[in-house]
């Protein structure tokens, strides 16, 4: 399922970029639960958290199954 999650990311890594942030993979679990570090200008935006389920989480949970969550790490 990694290689998935790593796959899914790399669709959406583009427009993070082309903000000045990006997103890194720290962890998928045996439960589902994607962790994903936001990096650059998405560490501190405000609208970090809108970015993190309506755009991360919503296109993995489309594109591989058996995920559930994506959540921020520090």
């Known amino acids: 399922m990694k290689e998935k999650v790593k ?3 790399d669709k959406i890594r583009p ?3 082309a903000d000045g942030g ?3 993979l720290v962890e998928v679990t045996d439960d589902g639960v994607v962790k994903v570090k936001l990096t650059g200008a998405c560490r501190g935006c405000p609208m970090s958290q809108m970015t993190l389920k309506n755009g991360i989480q919503r296109l993995l949970l489309q594109e591989v199954p058996g995920v559930k969550e994506v959540v ?3």
């Open 22 to 24: 990006d997103v890194e």
């Open 7 to 9: 796959k899914a990311l």
């Open 72 to 74: 921020s790490v520090a």
């Open 15 to 17: 427009n993070l970029q």
